[in-house]
């Protein structure tokens, strides 16, 4: 199994963990440290040796960070896990709402004129420091770089992982990494640029056509990089990764306590990205008198823009797991009325059947099996602790995706465990209109994520609903689950453009009650011409699994909306029902029948 | 009438008075001059005496201006304007299509290094000049501000206009002028200011609860003033418009030609609006050593804003509106099916059943009647030359407004004479689902018209149709029927907020066969709660006239669509049925029948 369901917590261990830091702070001579959860590239999954901030508290969630006083221990944390940070900390730790409550906000009420805050450079990028400097300066703190304490008093911290990289085939990234280099490596010439640092393991990943198991979920190669305006690259991990693997001598390959002298010989001028670097890159780099020029990674959008063959290999990605979903879905709608299984059962089967592929290289993420009212748990994630028996009468939201060699995957699915009530089946039915919306849209080229994502709100809005959460983020080609720039929000200003895939789900949760979510990946593309040929983007659906009929009340589709649905269910028989046993075909027979 | 039908522009005048501009431009040493559409106010309607872009050119569209030089005369205007303005200039002058053509790269093309662009500094803004004068600078070219040298050609060039104001009473304005100005002045204090200059006309008519006769279709008083922090008020006008009125006396009165000299005697801080003020009154405030701040009109929100009376009075100015539109499409629908009416005769007719109520005070703009094609001209204005027979089987488009003491009008609706074709039904029928989108909008506050304009847009843009204007702009109460800030439009980043009144009226033109526009006015209100009691807002409409059910597909709608627009024709029937006359009420009741 990739998914365990043990919770992992330690409360225990954290206050003797925080009297030693404290002595080491003591030792320093600083007045507050930081421990934020992330690690020098700011991913959502860290190596078992960066999770300092569960090490230190006890808290296990996949955001937040700590601020350690003298007297005092702030856990930060979003709405996603006030629960859980409860649950999960010792008295001597108190939880904080953010981001309501600010850290420069936070520290600035506690810390005297002349305290001191410590802080690991290689933890945090430029941004952020700037941010606390500027809210601290004025009050007479002062911002202090230090090591990093937390390595110094953790005991058996695991090593650095040296998962075995494996090339990303030609065929499926549709450019060699040497025809990569060369944009990018233009990108810097025309920029009179010498050299960009990229710290993100994706955007190496990518611009390398390599992939590696450092992490679980995210299939990257944990490492720095020097790109140099020559098309060459030095790159920084475990050289071990690399033991009998046929690497381009343009790719230059270091251990990675050579990161920081390497940088310190750059000359001339260098690109790093504030947001996502850590500070030490660029105070390196300056320090040394090179001239840092503050720019975005210059892979994050090449990388969107998925190449057609990245776009076929996902297609068939998907297929794949839409027969795997399929043969799930049949059977769980044969177990789950009869009121035996739970949560956990439902994970272990799902997994199952994505194992039974022969091709599932990971989980693309924990999946979140929500019944009832665990639906309504956004980011749920079942323990032990947790588990519910999946009852007749309620929904149960099914959140998962995979990791093939060929394309990552993520779909939402919700469905009916036995008869269910009016109220659910109108809710589902708003979502299902929003999520048809965002299927159907065509629009203007030039148009962000932020212009698209009333569209999937609209009919929840009217009758006083609404989610909290985005319309959609950006997925990878077996990469990240989660990848920037583009995003369907309130706060993308990114303009789509064809290439780019998203996933589109919006939901509904009612708390207490039932959780509601609907989500395909799509794939942005070049409109067909029609009506006045105008220029316009639009969505092509990736992800092919059937949508719980039975949840929908089609009197109050359109017949735009109608027509998608019984399309897309023809589709899905035609596409999956030659790759299904005959069960699992009879039953998507069924599950595909017109509205 | 208030609308006329004539041709107004007069070609064979141009050479001469371009001639004669051309003397004076040597005179005065310059090479170039600018001769802008706008007055000192920046309206979108200007008095006979500021006419001077029509008087020298022969152009008389609602928007452009022209730059001469020494050989050539551009006359600058936009995509709406194309044809007209070919039609109306003599060979003397180019057309030039802006604003893909800018006019500082136009200039800086034609100007050499050492070359005087002359201007007058009440014609135009502090930031328009300030583009100008970053293009052209660095090429060696001296912005010049001359006295207006049209005026100084410009034989029997029509005085100020000295139209008699009124007081708007406190019932219809919900809040008196002192209060008004108290509130006015507590802002200019909190920042330190001492006063604002103001010179838009309808923040002045709106701070000072008065109305005016000096524009057509805009009942503002065209006047400058100055507010203090003490609460009092210089108001520059022809005096002769307030004989016999009784003015507060913290409203002082002077000649326009004082408003330059009181000027020059501000000291300290004074706010003005770099994006509307002229360049001359920030340059007059600030060589006489005064402090200038740029800031926005600070009225302009506020008005936005409507108090609870302005939004009663405006409910009952749309029905008395909405009564004699009923009237008309009642005669309409008997007479244009006989195939013998005009465009012109139509405007005509509809003028007159508005004045019937006996209290139009003037059209909010000129009717837009276009049958057939000239339905796909968005702004088309009918003349002598343009007026085209009304015939059976083609689209009647007719975009109309009223102004009364109690609201401002503006609707559209598009309806079918005789038989039309499906595909006629087709696009209306998506016009309309965008503008009941709209209409049955909840969105979570905070957001800006930007957020809600691709609601009205999506049904249009899934079959690769679209609308090249807005959806929606501010209207004002008895004042301007296009008013900023609020507007629904992919530009427009301003919040809605509780009282903002706007149109909603997105549109669909196939060029030489048709247009569809469907028109009413909504105002922001706080949304009753329900379903999540999230913090909502949403339209209540003011606009009640019947929407053609025969051109409605009834089968394209879904469920809220249908009953939006059912409840929409019982609420019409139920508020107007009592106003009308007997053969209007019943072509009513047929017109409101459920879809």
């Known amino acids: 199994m990739f998914q365990t369901f043990q919770s992992t917590t330690t409360p225990d261990q954290g206050p003797p963990r925080l009297s030693a830091l404290r002595e080491e702070m003591a030792g320093e001579g600083i007045d507050a440290f930081l421990v934020p959860r992330a690690d020098a590239h700011q991913g959502e999954y860290v190596a078992d040796r960066d999770e300092r901030l569960a090490w230190l508290t006890g808290f296990t969630g996949s955001a937040g960070f700590a601020a350690i006083l003298k007297d005092e221990a ?36 506690r810390l005297a004129d002349g305290a001191t ?12 420091v700037e941010t606390l400097d500027k809210a601290l300066s004025p009050k007479g703190v002062t911002l202090r770089h230090t090591e990093n304490l937390i390595d110094r008093i953790w005991e058996n911290q695991p090593a650095l992982p040296a998962g075995r990289v494996e090339d990303q085939p030609l065929e499926l990234t549709g450019r060699s990494s040497a025809e990569k280099r060369a944009d990018l490596a233009k990108v810097l010439k025309d920029a009179g640029q010498n050299a960009v640092v990229l710290t993100l393991p994706d955007s190496i990943s990518w611009l390398l056509n390599l992939r590696g198991r450092d992490l679980s979920h995210t299939p990257v190669v944990l490492a720095f990089a020097i790109v140099h305006a020559d098309a060459t690259v030095d790159l920084f991990t475990r050289p071990s990764k690399f033991s009998d693997h046929d690497t381009d001598p343009d790719i230059r390959i270091h251990r990675t306590e050579k990161f920081a002298p390497a940088l310190g010989a750059l000359e001339g001028k260098v690109r790093i990205d504030r947001a996502t670097a850590p500070l030490a ?12 020029v503050w720019g975005s990674d210059p892979c994050a959008l090449p990388k969107a823009k998925k190449s ?34 739970t949560e956990i059962d439902v994970v272990k089967k799902l997994e199952g059947f994505r194992r039974a592929t022969n091709a599932l290289r990971g989980i693309s993420f924990d999946t979140i099996c929500g019944a009832g009212p665990n639906g309504a748990i956004v980011h749920y994630r079942v ?18 995706g995979g990791q093939y060699v060929d394309g990552t995957t993520d779909i939402t699915r919700t469905v009916a465990v036995g008869d269910v009530g009016d109220e659910e089946k109108a809710c589902f039915t708003k979502v299902l209109k929003g999520m048809i919306a965002i299927s159907l849209a065509r629009w203007p080229r030039g148009l962000a994520g932020r212009d698209l994502d009333p569209l999937a709100r609209a009919a929840l809005w009217r009758t006083g609903f609404d989610y909290d959460h985005g319309t959609g983020h950006g997925v990878g080609v077996y990469l990240g689950v989660h990848e920037g720039p583009q995003r369907l929000s309130r706060i993308s200003e990114v303009p789509l453009e064809p290439g780019m895939i998203l996933s589109n789900e919006p939901g509904y949760y009612r708390e207490g009650a039932f959780g509601i979510r609907i989500e395909n990946l799509v794939v942005v593309r070049d409109a067909e011409k029609q009506g006045d040929n105008r220029d316009q983007l639009s969505f092509e659906t990736l992800t092919y699994v059937p949508i719980d009929r039975r949840l929908v009340d089609a009197d109050a589709l359109d017949r735009d909306e109608r027509t998608w649905l019984n399309t897309y269910h023809a589709e899905v028989l035609d596409k999956l029902g030659p790759r299904l046993s005959a069960g699992a075909r009879n039953w998507l027979t069924d599950a595909c029948q017109p509205v």
Chains 1, 2 share one sequence.
Request: proline share 5%; charged share 25%.
């Open 74 to 109: 702030g856990v930060f944390v979003d709405g996603r896990y006030t629960l859980q940070v409860r649950a999960q900390v010792a008295d001597d730790f108190t939880p904080v709402a953010w981001p309501s409550t600010k850290l420069e906000a936070w520290l600035g009420e």
């Open 117 to 128: 805050l410590g802080f690991d450079p290689w933890l945090h990028t430029a941004k952020e």
């Open 281 to 292: 890159v660029s105070d390196i780099v300056a320090s040394a008198g090179a001239e840092v």
């Open 308 to 341: 057609e063959a990245e776009i076929a290999g996902t297609r068939q990605a998907h297929l794949r797991d839409g027969a795997a979903m399929v043969e799930f879905l049949a059977w769980l709608d044969q177990k789950a009325p009869k009121g035996k299984l």
């Open 383 to 400: 323990t032990d602790e947790t588990n519910r028996p999946v009852r007749p009468g309620e929904l149960l939201l099914i959140d998962s």
